[in-house]
């Protein structure tokens, strides 16, 4: 990499896959924004990136899940919050709240990846991120080769809240790694809201 450039080349950075969905806002022509309709309601959903198998974004979240580089989260939060800012989103947000690990698989990792996106967009943004509002009660089996009906049944009932009272009221936006199938920030923002959130909204570094 050149002087000043990290984490990924200027050329890198150049071919990345953008989804620019943020462009779109809530209407039809966010893809991502349809995938939810008639399931949660969720009020802005955006991915950074597009997921390309065995391609560039597969080896960046490689190096961010499993290579311990987790400041690279946190370097793409920064990115992708200071775009969203751009476009006014951070004054329909009040809290960030990252995906959970369940506390054993965040032992063996390490870290939680989803946290250190949501400190750098919460960052760029200028909203609080808080990894301690919700949490998995359920050491779930991995994702990777579920189907969507296997995925809902795996997550469905495996969030809790912690901290009520820092969600009631509030316009949360969750974050995760990537987006498949979407069964667990369904999940997340069914849970969210029970608890008295008054809207959730969803970004993540990149969908599938």
Not at 55 to 62: A, C, E, K, M, W
Not at 71 to 91: A, F, P, T, V, W
Request: aromatic residues 10%; positive net charge; contains cysteine.
């Amino acid at each position: 990499m050149a002087h000043g450039e990290r984490y990924i080349c200027t050329e890198c950075n150049i071919k990345l896959p953008y989804t620019d969905f943020h462009e779109h806002g809530t209407t039809e022509h966010n893809p991502l924004q349809r995938r939810f309709w008639g399931k949660v309601p969720v009020r802005f959903a955006f991915s950074y990136l597009y997921f390309n198998s065995k391609g560039s974004v597969q080896r960046l979240l490689h190096q961010l899940k499993y290579k311990g580089a987790k400041e690279l989260g946190e370097h793409l939060g920064l990115r992708y919050g200071s775009i969203l800012q751009e476009y006014q989103y951070h004054d329909q947000i009040d809290l960030i709240v990252p995906v959970p690990l369940h506390k054993q698989k965040q032992r063996k990792r390490g870290y939680n990846q989803s946290e250190w996106f949501a400190k750098g967009i919460g960052a760029a943004m200028g909203v609080p991120a808080k990894a301690d509002v919700l949490k998995r009660t359920i050491n779930t089996t991995t994702q990777t080769q579920k189907n969507r009906l296997s995925r809902w049944q795996n997550v469905e009932q495996v969030f809790e809240v912690t901290k009520p009272e820092q969600v009631k009221g509030r316009r949360v936006l969750i974050v995760d790694d990537v987006l498949t199938t979407g069964a667990t920030l369904e999940a997340c923002a069914i849970t969210l809201l029970a608890a008295g959130a008054t809207e959730v909204s969803i970004a993540t570094i990149a969908a599938a």
